[in-house]
Structures are given as structure tokens and as C-alpha cells.
């Protein structure tokens, strides 16, 4: 059997200050809508995520439980999209994508402050460095193809029979999604301070602006698809619950692949955790051509002729979400202890910087 690592086991804490919820309130709702949840509850908080705050709940009888909701305070539009997340993972629930099962959504701001969602908790690893330094070397590669096949697996999913006509627009999907970041981006700026140097995101903005009218593709997209937002077996190199939705529609599948394979592009963090593309290889991961062509024969792709251009717009939507971190720890509601505004804002115009030296390779 394997060892885990203590830190791959969810961190659980005492809500934070800014998310703490009325307990009494919650067991409330939940004796009508899930009686299941609601007897002798106790709520505790997972640590590490930058939005949507999440609880872990435990009943009297030894049930587990997960809680969702959105985070307090003056939010950017269209985030934090709760309903969105407990959607479309109901709908997933009977394909080969690994989703927990939905318990209940309450839409109802005046319950605990915020919508919120309920699902069953799914034991396993959470690893979050893309290096997959938690995970037994031996592990890695295997648990590399495992997500370039569940990534596949949802983009294979018929959106429409599984009742998501109406999730989202499959056509200009690219050039939306570059107007929304580009939105987010300049209205994170007020928050941050003034002598920020926005130069490379501008500009790569401004690129992909350009380019962005690419042939129209369309599946369940999830937006944020990385190692981080999965949970792996707890000792099997398998992925058994794929995790935070808020920013799923229907959308460009190679916009979900290159925000997967971001890390082979993207510069090491400050503080030398291993990021970069060297270091991934060095620490027993795939090439990402491999992973391109697990994905190419997984979904009958002939190949990725386009491929700097999503990995070019990857960059700044990452960029522009590590900004909105870096804005709402600014104003003191991001949801977790370990945000820097400095810091954050700082990794957010690296990726830009790398994602325009991407962009102009291909001029």
C-alpha cells in the first residue's frame, strides 16, 4: 500500500473570519431540502482555494459532505457562478466524466449570505503543484494521460443530450472569452495599485483581439481543467472527482487542453516551486507533445496545427484570473489565508509577459 504524503490529505480549518457562515441557519434549510445533512453538523473549512469558499460538513452519523458558495463582498460579473458548477455537474452525473453527486442548491441569498450548493464528498489526494511533487514518482506519467483522458472524455460528452442546450454559445467562443477576461482584467486594475506594469498583458490583449475569429469547435468546456481542481484515488494514479465548475460553459475544446498544458510554457513561481517546463520533465512528467497526441487519438483529432494561439490565450486568461485573486485579496474577500495582492499580481504579469513571447513567435 501506498504511503501518502500528509499534505496531499485536504487542509481543513475553522472558517475564516470573512467566510464564516450561520450554522444554525444551514441546518435549517437543510432539515427540508437534504434531512440527511442536517443532524448534529459540524462545519469546518478546506484551505488552498482562491475562490469560491468550501466547506467540509460532517453529520452526527459520520456522512460527508461538501458546501459551495459564493464569497462575500463587491464581486466581479458574471463570477463565482455556483449555479453554473452544480449544474453542469448534475448533468455529468451519468457520463464517463468523475463528478460527486449533487445534494442540493439553494438559490436563496438570505440562508448563509450567498447561494450555495451541497454534494457528497469524495475521498482521494489532492495534489495542487503541476509537478505532481506529492505523488510517488512512479505515479506521475500515469496520472499525466489519466487527466489528458478525462479532459477528453468531457469534450466528447453530447452537451445537448445531457440537457445543456442552453449553457452556453458554441459559436465565437474564443473571441467572447477573450472580451470577458479582458473586462475582468481592467476592473481588477482598481483595486491594485497604480504603478503596476500591465505593458505585455495590454499588448496580448490586443493580439488575440486579432486572431481570435478561429473555426468554431463546440463541447462542455470546463475553464479551469488542471491537476489542482481534480481528486486523485487515494492510492491508485487515477483521477475519481474532477472539481471546481464555476467557470464551465460550451466552449473551444483546445482552450480547455492549453489552460491543461499551461505549464509547460509558463515561468517558474518566486519562490522556485516547479512550474516551468524543465522541471515537469525532470520530475518524471510526459512532453506535452505526448500528451497532444494521447489527446489526438483519444478524441480522433488529426492534429493541433493552432496550437501557440490557445496556448497564447491560455496565458492571459490565467493571467487575468491570478489578477482578480490579486484584486479580491486587495479588498480582503478572496478565500484563503495565503493571497498576497503584491504577489499575486506580480505572477499574473509574468504569465502575461510569457504568453506574449508565444504570441509574437508566431508573427
Known amino acids: 500500500m501506498i504511503e501518502l504524503p500528509q499534505s496531499a490529505d485536504p487542509v481543513l480549518v475553522d472558517p475564516l ?25 459540524q462545519v469546518k473549512q478546506f484551505q488552498g482555494g482562491m475562490s469560491n469558499p468550501t466547506y467540509f460538513l460532517e453529520t452526527a452519523s459520520g456522512s460527508k459532505y461538501v458546501l459551495r458558495k459564493k464569497p462575500p463582498g463587491a ?48 475521498e482521494g ?68 495599485p497604480a504603478d503596476f506594469d500591465y505593458r505585455h498583458m495590454d499588448a496580448l490583449r490586443d493580439w488575440l ?10 463541447c462542455i468546456a470546463h475553464g479551469d481543467f488542471r491537476l489542482g481542481n481534480t481528486i486523485i484515488h487515494s492510492a491508485e494514479p487515477r483521477i475519481v472527482a474532477v472539481l471546481d465548475w464555476e467557470l464551465a460553459t460550451i466552449g473551444h475544446p483546445l482552450a480547455d487542453l492549453a489552460y491543461l498544458c499551461l505549464h509547460y510554457h509558463i515561468p517558474l513561481r ?20 505526448a500528451l497532444l497526441e494521447r489527446y489526438c487519438d483519444r478524441t480522433g483529432r488529426d492534429g493541433i496545427p493552432e496550437w501557440p494561439l490557445f496556448v497564447a490565450f491560455a ?21 484563503s489565508a495565503s493571497a498576497d495582492p503584491e504577489k499575486d499580481g506580480a505572477r499574473a504579469r509574468a504569465i502575461a509577459e510569457a504568453g506574449f513571447r508565444i504570441a509574437k513567435s508566431m508573427d
Open 17 to 41: 473570519p470573512a467566510h464564516r457562515i450561520d450554522d444554525h441557519a444551514l441546518v435549517d434549510w437543510l432539515r427540508s431540502a437534504a434531512p440527511e445533512v442536517s443532524e448534529g453538523l
Open 75 to 122: 464581486l466581479l460579473p458574471r463570477a463565482h457562478a455556483v449555479d453554473r458548477e452544480y449544474r453542469v455537474m448534475q448533468a455529468l452525473a451519468n457520463t464517463p466524466v468523475p463528478v460527486p453527486r449533487m445534494v442540493a442548491y439553494c438559490d436563496e441569498p438570505e440562508v448563509i449570505g450567498a447561494e450555495f450548493f451541497v454534494m457528497e464528498y469524495i
Open 209 to 218: 483581439q486579432e486572431r481570435a475569429d478561429v473555426e468554431d469547435e463546440s
Open 270 to 289: 518566486d519562490n522556485g516551486s516547479p512550474d516551468g517546463c524543465a522541471d515537469l520533465i525532470a520530475a518524471g512528467l510526459p512532453e506535452e507533445a
Open 315 to 335: 496565458c492571459f486568461r490565467s493571467a487575468a484570473i491570478i489578477q482578480g485573486v490579486a484584486a479580491r485579496a486587495a479588498l480582503g474577500n478572496v478565500s
Open 125 to 192: 489526494r489532492i495534489v495542487p503543484s503541476p509537478a505532481m511533487d506529492l505523488l510517488p514518482r512512479e505515479q506521475r506519467s500515469a496520472v499525466a494521460f489519466a487527466l489528458i483522458d478525462t479532459i477528453a472524455d468531457l469534450h466528447r460528452v453530447d452537451w445537448r443530450q445531457v440537457g445543456l442546450d442552453d449553457f452556453g454559445k458554441p459559436e465565437g467562443y474564443l473571441a467572447r472569452q477573450v472580451k470577458r477576461w479582458s473586462g475582468q482584467y481592467e476592473q481588477a486594475k482598481s483595486a491594485l
